[in-house]
């Protein structure tokens, strides 16, 4: 079938909006249960009518449209979530270095997109899944701005014979993902002798959640940059430009300034803080545009007057069920550190601690941070295993009497691990328990990044 117009191809793909799989495969593709990338096959044979395959060139060549077919979710908290990054092309290493972005293997068959959303539900088959909404896609000023400057961050890192340093946490929502079914698809790069992994171009999955939010549930994000600004800039040097004008005043002070009440004992405290200084005050922050597609998450760290931080940092509450089944590749923790921006926002107490003191808290400055790849893949992963191992052994837990008090104590890794992460309980109070895959009653668990590592990252000359 040959589409005329856009309006023709989207006329089309609205048809399918409401319909299954199942209903719309009619040469049985999807009772082959191995059939990899299935779902996207069978919109491109049994419901566009063109055969399945791999070309450089745009899936509908005459209009210079690439067709996505692209799943979502919805989260336990009722939110909608897009279930993975949006895998775009293979990156030729050898012959990507000689183009320039608009003459790039990415911009000549991804500039254009028709994106089929469909809602995953980890109950049905396949062939149960509906079509929810089809939209033709391109990217908006401001994104591409930034779009162009990972693309360049990318092929940079190419340039200096680095393909196999490239990292997800280099860029802000074009990533180069590892593409493969293992470690060992290895490819030659130019500038070097070393194989690098194979990778391809991919929307990074907080960038896909956003046009999830935007498209199926109809959300308004708030940006607080325009295209103009991030021609000159990027992100983080305008989120530091933003931030430096406050550096060496009291969290009270700055209150003042952006006329927030203080409440530093408030959890909204530094995150409405942080949207006053952006100049979109009262935003929460995953309803900035910017912090949302690149999935920026903001983390207080509070250093004592020797530079040291204060404490330890602390993360969600651990799923041990979850754990105890999941497989490196696809876990949490990795998940977690692979897809998520850190921007710190550090404050530095005044003086050493006195008893019954009101210690002034003064701004540091903050700093934008992606955990390096390599520390993910050792350390992390070291931790995850660890774990994992503890569960399936069965975690050792045991009573003991500390003074007048009764503690548990366990065998999950402690801080002295590797010098990075370690697994302890956030709340004082032992009362909260949980079920451990083999029945056990444990306190709440959360991982943590240790505060020696927490120091390391500060004392870094450059962000990640």
Same mark, same amino acid.
């Given at each position: ?23 719309? /495969? ?10 990899? $990338? ?11 009518? &063109? !055969? ?6 745009? /899936?509908?060549?005459?209009? $210079? ?9 919805? #989260? ?16 030729? &290493? ?19 997109? =028709? ?8 109950? +049905? ?13 391109? &990217? ?9 400057? /990972?693309? @360049? ?15 997800? $946490?280099? %860029? ?8 493969? !079914? ?24 907080? &960038? ?12 308004? =994000? ?28 009291? /969290? ?14 408030? +959890? ?31 983390? %207080? ?8 931080? +204060? ?27 692979? @897809? ?14 006195? @008893? ?13 941070? !992606? ?19 503890? =569960? ?17 104590? #366990? ?18 109070? $032992? ?34």
């Amino acid at each position: 079938m040959f589409y005329k117009t856009e309006e023709e191809l989207l006329y089309k793909a609205k048809q399918a909006e409401g319909k299954t799989f199942g209903e719309i /495969d009619i040469t049985d593709r999807l009772s082959n249960q191995n059939a990899k $990338g299935g779902l996207g096959q069978v919109i491109e044979e049994s419901f566009f009518g &063109y !055969s399945v395959n791999s070309d450089a060139r745009s /899936d509908f060549e005459n209009l $210079g449209i690439e067709l996505k077919v692209t799943p979502f979710k919805r #989260n336990k908290n009722g939110t909608l979530s897009a279930k993975e990054r949006l895998v775009l092309n293979i990156i030729n &290493y050898m012959e990507e270095v000689k183009t320039t972005f608009q003459t790039s293997s990415f911009w000549s068959k991804n500039n254009k997109l =028709l994106l089929m959303f469909y809602e995953w539900l980890p109950e +049905k088959n396949r062939n149960e899944y509906v079509i929810y909404k089809s939209i033709l896609f391109t &990217y908006p000023e401001a994104d591409l701005e930034i779009i162009k400057k /990972d693309w @360049e961050t990318i092929v940079s890192k190419i340039r200096e014979g680095k393909a196999h340093e490239l990292s997800e $946490g280099d %860029t802000v929502y074009l990533g180069a993902c590892t593409k493969g !079914s293992n470690k060992s698809t290895l490819r030659s790069q130019p500038y070097s002798t070393i194989h690098a992994m194979q990778r391809a171009f991919a929307l990074k999955t907080s &960038y896909m959640t956003a046009l999830v939010r935007k498209y199926i549930h109809n959300e308004q =994000l708030v940006s607080f940059t325009n295209a103009l600004e991030l021609k000159k800039k990027t992100i983080k040097e305008l989120l530091y430009d933003k931030f430096s004008a406050y550096i060496g005043l009291t /969290d009270k002070e700055i209150a003042q300034k952006v006329n927030i009440p203080y409440n530093n004992k408030s +959890k909204s405290f530094v995150p409405n803080i942080i949207s006053a200084l952006l100049g979109i005050k009262g935003t929460r922050l995953d309803k900035i545009e910017e912090f949302a597609k690149a999935n920026i998450q903001f983390k %207080t760290i509070r250093l004592e007057p020797n530079g040291k931080p +204060k404490e330890s940092m602390s993360f969600e509450t651990i799923n041990f069920q979850e754990w105890f089944e999941e497989t490196w590749e696809e876990s949490y923790i990795r998940n977690r550190f692979t @897809e998520t921006k850190f921007l710190f926002v550090i404050f530095e107490y005044n003086e050493t601690k006195v @008893e019954n003191a009101n210690r002034q808290l003064f701004f540091k400055g903050i700093k934008l941070w !992606s955990m390096p790849e390599k520390t993910i893949e050792v350390e992390i992963k070291q931790l995850w295993e660890e774990v994992q191992k503890r =569960l399936k052994e069965g975690v050792q837990i045991k009573y003991v009497k500390r003074g007048k008090k009764i503690v548990e104590t #366990n065998n999950l890794p402690k801080s002295g691990l590797n010098g990075v992460a370690h697994i302890r309980p956030k709340a004082a109070d $032992g009362s909260d328990k949980i079920h451990l895959p083999d029945g056990q009653k444990i306190t709440k668990q959360c991982f943590w990044l240790n505060s020696s590592y927490i120091a390391e990252i500060l004392n870094e000359k450059s962000s990640h």
